[in-house]
């Protein structure tokens, strides 16, 4: 169904941004776009059809099969910049601008609704015989005195059915059949002018908008969680670092969850 060869043209067809995604490399198999990013310019996108040893959060393998919109873009910025202020958000904001853009593609089939993000970095399809996962996100950063060196990696399942569900698959109502104007490269583009636009752009205005969309998107706000070191805690939220927040249910205080157990 999805072709295996990336293009490069009509990606840039539909790249609106500046900056991010104007250097674009593509591969039709890599071990993972993370090792080759990393070693880029600020700004480099880069795309892989297939990866062979993607990674995930915790080390976990990074399931990487064709039809599946996988890369890295490599960023920098300053640690007084907006984003250096807000820069273990990066994530989330990541996060955000896939989420708009399925909302894009078809607000009715993957709207706030259908689509919801599971803390730190899941992006799930809430299907009604069972939640799906839809894609992940990986941010790498490091410091380099004054600025942040990032990779930022994203995995989203556009054509490929398995190992979950895909774009595709949920667009079609599960026929196989074409769905008109859906392509790897315009899902692509969509994503990074989102991403674009709330980094390198980033104001206090905006990430208080993005702070508060995450929060009505975050499958575990209103549920408890189980924290590493805090226990039970009911989440109300997350705080500007991108943690969870909410009320430890043992000692009935505030708190913030850095990892769920």
Request: net charge neutral; glycine share 10%; with cysteine.
């Amino acid at each position: 169904m999805a072709s295996q060869i990336f293009n490069q043209e009509l990606f840039q067809i539909g790249l609106k941004t500046r900056e991010i995604g104007r250097r674009c490399l593509y591969f039709d198999k890599v071990p993972t776009t993370i090792d080759v990013a990393a070693k880029e310019k600020h700004g480099t996108l880069v795309i892989a059809g297939e990866q062979t040893n993607g990674r995930g959060q915790r080390n976990n393998q990074w399931i990487s099969p064709q039809g599946c919109a996988m890369g890295s873009v490599k960023l920098e910025c300053p640690k007084s910049s907006p984003l250096g202020e807000r820069v273990c958000f990066l994530q989330h904001i990541m996060a955000l601008s896939a989420v708009w853009t399925l909302e894009k593609i078809d607000g009715s089939k993957m709207g706030k609704d259908k689509v919801g993000l599971k803390w730190p970095n899941d992006i799930i399809y809430r299907d009604p015989n069972g939640s799906q996962k839809l894609g992940g996100i990986l941010v790498m950063t490091q410091d380099k005195f004054d600025k942040y060196d990032i990779t930022v990696s994203f995995g989203l399942n556009v054509f490929n059915w398995e190992p979950t569900t895909c774009i595709s698959k949920i667009l079609s109502d599960g026929m196989k059949t074409k769905v008109p104007g859906l392509t790897m490269e315009s899902v692509i583009a969509e994503m990074l002018n989102n991403l674009e636009q709330y980094t390198m752009d980033l104001t206090e205005e905006k990430f208080a908008y993005l702070k508060q969309d995450y929060e009505g998107r975050c499958l575990q706000v209103d549920q408890v969680v189980n924290g590493e070191n805090v226990g039970p805690v009911r989440v109300t939220g997350v705080n500007d670092e991108g943690y969870l927040v909410g009320l430890n249910l043992s000692t009935n205080q505030l708190c913030s969850v850095t990892r769920i157990v």
